[in-house]
């Protein structure tokens, strides 16, 4: 069995869906910390087969939150302080979300305007769906 230290102060993401672990790197910009990370790819789960789990040696403001929500609201956040859990946050998708996504309606203003923020809101909540500010573009992707 594979044996992954713990860490003294961080957070940890579990219940990722498994394989979503680097582009979950990627989108947190992980690589850009300057501290220890570990991805722990199709762990077994008793309640989803297999998970991803990542773990971040770094205080947990290097997070953002509104990123992860939107990518996997079920993802479960624990933050580590002095080698202990004191806190399990968890996901909301947030309201909005900005320079996520990118607005694919080619007369959107995004499409013009370059230096203009690609915002999109959360239009249903029940179904997920968000909409781009400025045309109503209904977001249409895998997450």
Do not use: W
């Not at 992954?4 to 910390?33: N, P, T």
């Not at 220890?36 to 199709?42: G, L, M, Q, R, S």
């Amino acid at each position: 069995m594979l044996n992954i230290s713990g860490i003294h102060e961080g957070f940890v993401l579990d219940h990722i869906k498994a394989g979503m672990s680097l582009q979950i790197y990627r989108d947190l910009k992980l690589d850009k910390l300057d501290c220890t990370v570990a991805i722990i790819k199709n762990a077994k789960s008793n309640k989803m087969g297999k998970k991803d789990i990542i773990k971040v040696e770094c205080p947990i403001e290097s997070l953002d939150l509104d990123i992860l929500g939107f990518i996997d609201h079920n993802i479960t956040v624990n933050v580590i302080k002095g080698d202990k859990i004191v806190d399990k946050m968890e996901l909301k998708l947030p309201r909005q979300v900005k320079n996520v996504i990118k607005c694919k309606n080619p007369r959107c203003i995004t499409s013009i305007e370059q230096e203009l923020d690609q915002i999109f809101i959360l239009s249903d909540e029940k179904n997920e769906v968000y909409r781009c500010k400025y045309c109503e573009e209904k977001y249409e992707g895998e997450k």
